[in-house]
């Protein structure tokens, strides 16, 4: 069962590492065109040599900077990204962690948190100041359990 699991993750994570190049540059042209070649070239290197596969995510993230995406194409090649970094890197032990629920989830929520996040127009200035306490204060939520 092992030696079909890995050719399976393999063709997953190289079909995420596409669709996550393919999203970032969506709609984009010159430079970011050829960013995103480079990026599919990391992907396709990354079927090989593993590290391969974090050049290729620092490549997309390139590519949408380049290309000044939109904050939903943004999203979806990031939540590509993670399906392509977790799957490329589950070969490693012969198995195939996309079908968890736990690792869907977050990479799912995440990515709807952060859609919901950029699509309201806040001008707050002031609102970066209060990240550092809300960090702190679900650092407390989520440790006290374990603290008493």
Do not use: E, K, N
Request: hydrophobic share 60%; proline share 5%; glycine share 10%.
């Amino acid at each position: 069962m092992a030696s079909i699991a890995q050719p399976v993750a393999r063709g997953f994570s190289s079909v995420f590492g596409l669709l996550m190049v393919g999203t970032a540059i969506v709609g984009a042209d010159g430079l970011a065109v050829v960013v995103g070649i480079v990026g599919a070239g990391a992907v396709a290197v990354g079927i090989v040599v593993r590290p391969a596969a974090t050049v290729a995510v620092l490549v997309s993230v390139s590519a949408i900077v380049v290309s000044d995406q939109s904050y939903v194409f943004a999203a979806l090649s990031g939540l590509c990204a993670a399906g392509y970094l977790v799957s490329r890197y589950a070969v490693v032990h012969g198995g195939f962690v996309l079908d968890h629920w736990p690792t869907i989830v977050a990479a799912v929520g995440f990515t709807f948190a952060g859609v919901v996040a950029t699509s309201f127009p806040l001008q707050v200035p002031w609102l970066p100041l209060l990240a550092p306490l809300a960090v702190l204060a679900i650092y407390v939520l989520a440790t006290r359990p374990f603290l008493s």
